[in-house]
C-alpha cells in the first residue's frame, strides 16, 4: 500500500453546492434562502432560545425564589469541610491547623477550613480552624480537646 493509493471511500464526497451562480444552477437568485425573514438576511441568526416570536419558555415560566447574582456569589466564604471523624487519625494532644491537614492531604493547602461534627472523636485534640459548627465544638470539648478559632487576617 503507497500514498498514492489512498482515496476517500466511494460516494463520501460530495460535490458542493454552488449557490448565486444563475437561475439554471437551481440555487440562483435567493440562493436557497427562501423569501423574506430573518433566514434570509446576512445577519439571520436566531438567539438561543429564540421561538419565532413566540413567548419563549424561559419568559413564560413563573419564577420564585431569590437569585443570588454572581457579584455576591464571588464574595461569599468559601470554607472546605472537614469532619470530626477525619481528625481521628491524629495521635493525642496534637494541634491540628491547615499545615497539619494540608500535609496529610485532607484539604487544600491556603483554603479556610470548618469542622463539622459528623462522627466520633476518642482523642484530646487542639483544632485551629476559621470556623466550627456547634456540635463539633462539642464533641471536641468533650474529648477534652480545645477549638482555637483563627483571626481573620484583615480584621
Known amino acids: 500500500m503507497n500514498l498514492s493509493d489512498l482515496k476517500p471511500a466511494p460516494r463520501s464526497k460530495h460535490r458542493i453546492k454552488r449557490i448565486g451562480r444563475g437561475i439554471g444552477s437551481g ?4 440562493s436557497g434562502r427562501g423569501h423574506k425573514g430573518l433566514g434570509s438576511r446576512s445577519h439571520g441568526n436566531t438567539p438561543p432560545g429564540y421561538e419565532g416570536g413566540q413567548m419563549p419558555l424561559q419568559r413564560r415560566t413563573p419564577k420564585q425564589g431569590f437569585r443570588r447574582t454572581q457579584k455576591n456569589e464571588t464574595r461569599r466564604e468559601k470554607f472546605d469541610l472537614v469532619n470530626i471523624a477525619s481528625l481521628a487519625g491524629f495521635a493525642d494532644g496534637a494541634t491540628i491547623d491547615a499545615a497539619a491537614l494540608a500535609a496529610r492531604g485532607i484539604v487544600r493547602k491556603g483554603r479556610k477550613i470548618k469542622i463539622l461534627g459528623s462522627g466520633e472523636l476518642k482523642t484530646r485534640l487542639t ?11 462539642e464533641k471536641i470539648a468533650a474529648a477534652g480537646g480545645s477549638a482555637e478559632l483563627i483571626a481573620p487576617a484583615n480584621a
Request: charged share 25%; aromatic share 6%; hydrophobic share 35%.
Open 27 to 30: 440555487h440562483g437568485k435567493t
Open 127 to 137: 483544632v485551629r480552624a476559621d470556623a466550627f459548627s456547634g456540635s463539633a465544638r
